[in-house]
């Protein structure tokens, strides 16, 4: 009798951990969200396409608006939820002609703005009213893609995130690179890793930015913990594969070497994003070694510790001081005035004579000497890595709203001057209205010479933007 009872409390036992070891199972293939995957899609597509105001007065040949850049139609519906939600402050931001066509016109397929337009529909996105329903749509429509990766049978949540970052770039595109990410087998068996090398190759990245773009999401989902060995959304976890890399295929050994710390306290992370996991912070002076870069990110080594960090905090020790360079001064006029501007997240100070001259320095030690004994001290920011950034096309007034207006928010100050150069640097993305606006003497380049004429405008050195 006493066999009998222990067989069956024996086989009660191992029907309850057979149970509790599938739900165990299960809670791991849900442990990814929706709403977690669908922020997350929204966050990273966002950082590549706009700010709430900002307008792309005609791309390719109908206008795009707001911080997903919702195009011709879309941009319509947009701006007329918007403007049907408070229409006394619509009405008195666009104007009554322009209010009438938003709440009453039928197609924008075709739609372009002129500049005053422009500015009127970014002050109106730019509204309570107009962020919140932004955000609301923002969410819907990314929601929208990750479902459209599941009726594919995507499952994995590293996956579906990237999905929708492609799907952004149009449906077409999104389903080609899944198509090829699949191959011979299942869309349910694609990896991470397999899409991201997919979309890299993919005959419709053929820029930079998109490569930036890309890596940029891969990153932020590997560093999140969702890349392939991540917890799937609706399917199986495969929890006996090694994690996914962070990616840093564009990184180069040109930039090893010994660098200090610049910043009050620099956060080293898992990846090459601000989105990544932190695993340590430097104080300020320490000293790192760096093994390799890309002008924004390095992999870096402290005290036994390696992970990234932003390069816009490290400076390069120099092996002698003989190495430092000193750019040359050429005056017009015996009078050298230096003025210093400072931006909220980081110094920007710049030296300049009469309105004719222009003097760019790239050391931070040294001072500079005129024939005339005259001196002058410069301080920029760290060296770009592209100093020079053709544009073509952009300088045409259709796509400006403010020259020298980089962040579109309607003023021009020295965070405008550092967006410009971080773009030069390569560690942040800037559209099409932005780079349109940073383009101050108007011939399709960008380089240091912009930076240095919007600073030149603001100590009132130079009139009006932009200059000839």
């Known amino acids: 009798m006493r066999k009998k009872i222990l067989a069956v409390v024996l086989s009660c036992l191992t029907f309850l951990a057979l149970i509790l070891s599938v739900s165990g199972s299960s809670m791991r293939a849900s442990a990814v969200t929706m709403d977690e995957m669908t922020r997350t899609a929204v966050q990273i597509i966002t950082r590549s396409e706009g700010t709430y105001g900002t307008i792309n007065a005609n791309d390719n040949g109908a206008v795009s608006v707001g911080m997903l850049q919702w195009h011709a139609d879309r941009a319509h519906q947009l701006m007329r939820t918007v403007a049907s939600a408070d229409p006394a402050t619509a009405k008195s931001i666009l104007g009554s002609s322009f209010y009438n066509e938003v709440i009453s016109t039928s197609s924008w397929n075709t739609r372009t703005f002129t500049q005053t337009e422009a500015n009127a529909a970014s002050s109106l996105l730019s509204t309570s009213i107009g962020q919140s329903t932004q955000d609301d749509l923002a969410y819907q429509d990314v929601q929208g893609y990750i479902n459209s990766g599941k009726k594919y049978g995507l499952t994995n949540a590293g996956v579906l995130v990237y999905y929708a970052e492609l799907y952004n770039r149009g449906s077409g595109v999104a389903a080609r690179i899944l198509s090829a990410a699949k191959g011979s087998g299942a869309y349910g068996d694609i990896t991470l890793s397999t899409l991201h090398n997919t979309a890299l190759s993919d005959r419709g990245n053929s820029s930079g930015y998109y490569t930036k773009r890309l890596n940029n999401a891969y990153n932020t989902i590997v560093s999140l913990g969702w890349g392939d060995a991540a917890a799937s959304e609706g399917g199986s976890s495969n929890n006996n594969t090694q994690p996914a890399q962070p990616d840093t295929s564009d990184f180069s050994e040109s930039y090893a070497g010994t660098y200090t710390v610049t910043a009050s306290s620099l956060n080293m992370r898992s990846a090459p994003s601000t989105s990544a996991s932190k695993v340590g912070k430097i104080p300020n002076g320490a000293t790192v070694t760096v ?27 120099d092996a002698a001081p003989a190495e430092t360079t000193t750019a040359p001064v050429v005056t017009t006029a015996p009078e050298t005035t230096t003025e210093t501007t400072a931006a909220a997240t980081e110094a920007v100070t710049t030296a300049v004579s009469a309105p004719e001259t222009t003097t760019v320095s790239e050391t931070t030690e040294a001072p500079v000497t005129t024939a005339e004994t005259t001196t002058v001290t410069t301080v920029t920011t760290p060296a770009p890595v592209q100093t020079t950034v053709p544009v073509e096309g952009v300088s045409d007034p259709q796509y400006v709203s403010v020259y020298g207006d980089l962040n579109c928010d309607g003023e021009i100050t020295a965070v405008d001057a550092v967006l410009l150069q971080k773009y030069l640097n390569g560690s942040i993305y800037l559209n099409v209205t932005q780079l349109a606006n940073a383009d101050c003497q108007r011939d399709n380049i960008l380089n240091t010479t912009d930076v240095i004429v919007i600073l030149q405008y603001l100590i009132n050195n130079i009139p009006a933007l932009p200059v000839a």
Request: charged fraction near 5%.
């Open 291 to 317: 093994t390799s870069g890309n002008g924004s990110w390095a992999a870096v080594s402290y005290n036994g510790t390696s992970g990234y960090c932003s390069m816009d905090y490290l400076k390069a020790v």
